[in-house]
């Protein structure tokens, strides 16, 4: 319909309708009332049109903020799904209410885009909440506004995959804790308290970190409950048959109900406390026969653990203890654990001994004075055993260092043989024997030097004493130059020289020791020559050579002295 024609429809009836009631009102009334009636006609057309305007303008404005509203709604919905729209503006060929119809449709889609997805979201967060609850895990924290993305929503797919593989891996873990917990109360004879049935009811999934540290603990707690259980087991076991040896016990239907209980279970436990008892009893019957028996196992591991007599003696004072028996029992039982703690020192310090011992023997056999005499290549097989012996000790003495010091470290306490610090006891050794072997050498350097003229060394205390001193006196004597002597001394002195020299014959003991003296090499080219007749020496000379060689194996001596005096007892060659 065209509007126009509407339009002028309107204005000719309003004009027809006018005309009509101003005929009738001229037939009716005066001019003046028919005047009157058109003025009020006026009124009432202008009022009707009035309200007609300022209706349709309302109604304007009500679309007007509708599309308004419509608009913040789309934007709205846009941003929280992250979707911009681009809400044009009203077209002029429009009209205002098919413009909002059109922004409510678009809405409408909008919405129902955003409850899918919150749908979607919904059902993945309630998943998560089932499982993160059953876990006693936190969620994953997802944004309200705006919603994430469908790329998004993979993350929580994730995150709820990898809840519900912690959850199977928690469920196997709960049920292996549950079953070995069941198990370690059944061997134990334990009564579950009520807590202990809340955990580990099937029915009751403990999947928290709190339930699952409880089980664990518990686990823990009866695990080590039958560690202990086993342990005492072993111990009674090893003890009833060391107690079954001792009272001889003929018990068959004893010895039976022992050797069939073989699990490790409270009621295994009970029998062997109660065999254990039976034995102990009838031990204490025969108590003087036991410590005797023990006393001598106990003596046996002080020797091995090379006691001292003090530390003996200690054991026999200990008056103050109530069960003698327990006594022995204890100091036994102190003795085995502590040497077979040990037992590598012990073996290694023996062996050291034994060294020590054969060394010692090599140095009497090297003051023999008989020892060049028909001893063929014996001299330099005990020349190569005495080396072999010092770099032994000395290999030997390290790991004993080694050893003690890491002993030390452990124990916090000296390691004692014979009642003395064993390292301290090998440095001493090493003193006492260098002290014992220069001591020696000087008695041979003296011996050596008492058959030398008169007043060539008066004193052979100042010899012992001071090397040095030795020295000087006999290069003084024996190297003094004639020529400062008058005439006659000089002749005088030769001829008593001369004949001294002819009528004195060198000593056995000068020839022996002149030998002991000797380089290794030097003693084995003696022995393979043809010894010649000894040549007849001034007194000068002889003092002199064994000045020499006293002050080299002087000095040999103080450098092996400076090697041992170190504090971990390095042997070093002597």
């Known amino acids: 319909m065209n509007p126009l024609s509407t339009k002028s429809q309107i204005l000719d009836m309003t004009s027809d309708q006018v005309d009509q009631l101003h005929g009738l009102w001229e037939q009716m009334f005066p001019p003046e009332t028919c005047e009157e009636h058109l003025q009020r006609l006026k009124e009432h057309i202008k009022d009707f049109y009035d309200d007609l305007l300022n209706e349709s303008r309302e109604k304007e404005q009500t679309i007007y903020d509708n599309i308004a509203s419509l608009r913040e709604q789309a934007n709205h919905l846009g941003h929280q799904l992250s979707e911009p729209l681009d809400v044009t503006e009203k077209p002029d060929d429009v009209p205002l209410v098919i413009w909002q119809l059109k922004l409510e449709k678009s809405i409408e889609f909008l919405q129902d885009k955003l409850a899918s997805r919150r749908a979607e979201i919904g059902k993945l967060l309630l998943v998560e909440q089932q499982i993160c609850h059953q876990l006693g895990e936190l969620p994953l924290p997802l944004p309200v506004d705006p919603l994430p993305l469908p790329e998004k929503l993979g993350t929580i797919r994730d995150h709820i995959d990898q809840l519900r593989d912690l959850r199977e891996e928690r469920i196997k873990e709960v049920d292996l804790l549950r079953r070995s917990i069941k198990k370690d109360m059944e061997l134990l004879e334990c009564i579950p308290t009520d807590s202990e049935k809340r955990l580990l009811n099937q029915a009751n999934h403990c999947l928290t970190p709190d339930d699952l540290e409880q089980l664990r603990q518990m686990q823990k707690d009866f695990a080590d409950q039958m560690g202990e259980l086993r342990k005492r087991i072993d111990d009674m076991r090893e003890k009833i048959s060391v107690l079954w040896d001792q009272i001889q016990d003929k018990d068959e239907n004893a010895r039976k109900r022992v050797q069939e209980s073989v699990a490790y279970t409270q009621y295994t436990h009970d029998i062997l406390v109660e065999e254990l008892q039976r034995c102990q009893n009838l031990r204490r019957q025969k108590m003087k026969t036991y410590i005797e028996q023990l006393r001598l196992e106990i003596k046996e591991l002080w020797d091995l653990t090379l006691k001292s007599t003090q530390e003996r003696k200690r054991f026999y004072h200990n008056e103050w203890y109530p069960d003698l028996l327990e006594l022995h029992e204890l100091e036994y039982d102190d003795l085995q654990t502590f040497y077979n703690k040990n037992k590598e020192i012990f073996k290694l310090f023996k062996a050291?001994?034994?060294?020590?011992?054969?060394?010692?023997?090599?140095?009497?056999?090297?003051?023999?004075?008989?020892?060049?005499?028909?001893?063929?290549?014996?001299?330099?097989?005990?020349?190569?055993?005495?080396?072999?012996?010092?770099?032994?000790?000395?290999?030997?003495?390290?790991?004993?260092?080694?050893?003690?010091?890491?002993?030390?470290?452990?124990?916090?306490?000296?390691?004692?043989?014979?009642?003395?610090?064993?390292?301290?006891?090998?440095?001493?050794?090493?003193?006492?024997?260098?002290?014992?072997?220069?001591?020696?050498?000087?008695?041979?350097?003296?011996?050596?030097?008492?058959?030398?003229?008169?007043?060539?060394?008066?004193?052979?205390?100042?010899?012992?004493?001071?090397?040095?001193?030795?020295?000087?006196?006999?290069?003084?004597?024996?190297?003094?130059?004639?020529?400062?002597?008058?005439?006659?001394?000089?002749k005088e002195t030769a001829k008593t020289s001369s004949k001294d020299i002819k009528s004195q014959k060198p000593s056995p003991t000068i020839r022996n020791t002149s030998q002991r003296l000797l380089m290794p090499s030097q003693k084995t080219n003696q022995l393979k020559a043809a010894k010649p007749p000894l040549k007849e020496v001034g007194t000068s000379n002889i003092t002199l050579r064994s000045t020499k060689m006293l002050n080299t194996k002087t000095s040999k001596f103080n450098s092996y002295q400076d090697e041992n005096s170190k504090p971990e007892c390095k042997a070093a060659k002597p």
């Open 352 to 490: 050291r001994t034994v060294l020590w011992e054969r060394m010692l023997a090599l140095e009497v056999n090297t003051s023999d004075p008989n020892r060049f005499n028909n001893r063929g290549a014996q001299l330099l097989k005990e020349e190569r055993e005495s080396k072999a012996i010092t770099s032994k000790l000395s290999q030997i003495e390290q790991q004993i260092i080694a050893l003690v010091r890491a002993y030390e470290t452990r124990e916090n306490t000296p390691f004692l043989v014979h009642g003395e610090n064993i390292l301290k006891r090998m440095a001493d050794d090493w003193e006492q024997y260098r002290q014992t072997k220069q001591h020696s050498f000087r008695k041979k350097a003296e011996k050596t030097l008492q058959p030398t003229a008169p007043g060539s060394l008066r004193n052979l205390s100042a010899l012992s004493s001071s090397t040095s001193s030795l020295h000087k006196s006999a290069s003084q004597q024996s190297l003094k130059p004639l020529n400062k002597l008058p005439p006659s001394s000089k």
